[in-house]
């Protein structure tokens, strides 16, 4: 079942047509054309296929909080491209605000990632010349809140220098989208990406809007590109997307999904991108700066404050990863992000060749020397790499590198270490742009080694408490008090120390004695007082206590007794006379 999000997105298609089919009556009236056929913004693809190609991931669904959705190309890393009706509101040139939008990169939006696969927009531009009234300048740029996925790549746009001429009129142009299927059934979504190659028809290079000589009148604007669509072609929905064309085995997006006629049946009109050549440049380079104490990713390149290379070393933030480490412990499973790490380092002294431009996050190995781990890093949608590093967390650097694995794009990197007796980081690289990953380690661990205070074979017992090392004199338990100055019963005798007859003659209990055996003190601190303590046994003290004592008891226990049978025998006779009442 579709999660109540895309059922909305289903719906968007009605919603989508009636607002532009409004605008379309208002582009009319401007025009003052007398076509039985308006022409209506917003344009699925007719006709088309199912698209699968990874080359076109670039073509992403753009969707609007309000419900409608758009189609957009990503030009650069972190800047979508789309049609300026997609991002203003109905019939004006007012922008909707950048927080209500969501940009997806999925061929299939009924199977999505959307942890994974979708941004959102923290910039827009919309051409400043751009008219809701008869579609003029339809264009806009959407910077978003990071790179595309990793294994997007973005299709440029078609230069100025290799603009379509009429020489180009009847070649190929291929749309791609996620608009209807069928112009007449609005209910006709494709939650597909869809792609058609038509050609193209006309070229409209002026100022003014140009005829369509074969549609009665109807007209182009100014800077756009025309097909009749007579066999496919875009549709409601398909608005904002690509018109692609391929100059030299190289494919770029020569067209921008416009208007065209209600329920698709006539030409489909594109604003033909060259002509904005400077302004998109304008707009990917001159991205905000970043404000490094703010928590936010200001520039758009997915690295937030300290993990954007302008911040490292500024104010508080470290120049190393090292500085502030996570540990990694045997047999377990992390799931972090670069994106709030440190660009603190770029060339490493390990790998021959090539930089490393984004943040970074350390992990202290937290294993006993000796153990085998077998690590696995797994990005989730940007290029990441792993490093291992030695030194403490100051002197770690990328000089002193001793192992690495960097492989193209969403591959997992894998590495085996044997951890040794320095500190050792394991350090995960963004190539580029910070992204998500799975970190994972496997543990074969040494023997216990039963002296050093670490629990070496991983089973929370620590040298003698570990069962294997029972066997060991060292773990055996003394038969004598060793020591007779630790607060320790050495030999398991219930005597400490000075109070046990081992540590009679040891240097720490000399002249220890109960100097006094009836003062009621431990004069010699060994836990015993008076005649308790050994030290008495020959006391006068002692000796007369103890014959006073065994007279006593001997003449007490008859009379002690007699006094028990008395009080026994006299409680019955209570009770019964109460049982009376």
């Keep these: ?40 913004l917003e344009s699925f693809i007719i006709n088309g296929s199912v698209d699968t190609s990874a080359a076109n991931d670039a073509v992403a669904f753009l969707y609007l909080d309000a419900g409608y959705a758009c189609g957009g190309t990503l030009i650069a890393p972190n800047v979508l491209m789309t049609a300026g009706h997609c991002v203003t ?69 078609l230069p100025a220098a290799q603009v379509l001429t009429n020489a180009d009129i009847g070649a190929a142009i291929t749309f791609v989208g996620y608009g209807l299927t069928n112009g007449s059934d609005e209910n006709s979504n494709s939650m597909v990406r869809r792609i058609y190659t038509g050609s193209i028809e006309g070229l409209c290079h002026s100022s003014n809007p140009c005829t369509i000589s074969q549609w009665s009148g109807t007209y182009a604007a100014p800077w756009t590109i025309w097909t009749d ?32 006629y209600s329920e698709c049946t006539g030409p489909g009109v594109y604003t033909e991108v060259s002509n904005y050549e400077s302004q998109i440049n304008t707009f990917i380079n001159g991205a905000p700066a970043e404000i490094c104490t703010d928590s936010i990713d200001n ?24 500085e502030d480490y996570y540990y990694l412990f045997c047999n377990e499973t992390v799931n972090s992000t670069t994106k709030n790490g440190i660009a603190g ?71 085996s270490v044997t951890v040794g007796e320095t500190p050792t980081y394991l350090v995960v690289e963004s190539y580029r742009y910070p992204g998500r990953f799975s970190l994972t380690t496997t543990c074969v661990f040494p023997p216990e080694n039963c002296t050093n205070s670490i629990d070496d074979d991983g089973d929370d017992d620590t ?43 040891n240097a720490a ?30 006391s ?15 003449s007490a226990r008859p009379r002690s007794g007699g006094g028990w049978m008395l009080l026994l025998a006299f409680i019955p006779v209570i009770i019964r006379r109460r049982r009376r009442k």
């Design 89 to 157: 509101y109905s019939n004006t040139t007012t922008p909707v605000p950048v927080d209500q939008f969501s940009v997806f990169f999925c061929r299939d939006l009924n199977n999505c990632d959307m942890a994974t696969r979708s941004r959102e927009v923290i910039q827009s531009w919309v051409h400043p010349s751009y008219n809701a009234t008869n579609i003029r300048y339809d264009i806009a740029l959407l910077r978003l809140s990071g790179p595309a996925p990793g294994d997007v790549t973005p299709i440029p746009i």
């Design 299 to 322: 520039d758009g390149d997915g690295a937030v404050d300290c993990a954007d290379s302008t911040c490292t070393g500024v104010g508080t933030c470290p120049s190393s990863p090292c």
């Design 345 to 415: 380092f770029t060339e490493y002294a390990c790998m021959a060749q090539g930089t490393e431009t984004g943040p970074e996050i350390a992990f202290q190995l937290a294993m006993p020397p000796g153990t085998v781990v077998q690590i696995t890093m797994t990005p989730l949608d940007q290029d990441l790499d792993i490093f291992l590093l030695s030194g403490d967390r100051y002197s770690c650097a990328s000089s002193s590198c001793l192992q690495y694995s960097a492989n193209d794009a969403l591959a997992a990197e894998t590495m």
């Design 509 to 538: 209990c000399a002249g220890q004695v109960e100097l006094a055996c009836a003062d009621q003190l431990d004069n010699d601190g060994d836990g015993w007082a008076d005649c308790f303590d050994p030290d008495c046994a020959n």
């Design 463 to 505: 040298d003698c408490d570990d069962t294997d090392c029972a066997s060991l004199q060292v773990c055996q338990a003394p038969t004598q008090e060793y020591w007779c100055d630790d607060d320790i019963d050495n030999d398991q005798d219930g005597l400490t120390d000075c109070a046990d007859s081992d540590c009679a003659s």
């Design 229 to 260: 669509q007579n066999n496919g072609g875009t549709c409601q929905g398909d608005s904002g997307g690509p018109g692609l064309v391929t100059r030299n085995n190289v494919k770029y997006v020569a067209g921008i999904t416009s208007y065209g």
């Design 1 to 40: 079942m579709l999660s109540e999000k895309w059922r909305i997105l289903r719906r968007s298609g009605v919603s989508v047509m009636r607002k532009l089919l409004l605008s379309a009556v208002l582009f009319v009236m401007a025009f003052g054309c007398g076509s039985e056929n308006p022409p209506s």
């Design 540 to 554: 006068v003290a002692c000796k007369k206590k103890e014959a006073s004592d065994s007279g006593c008891s001997t």
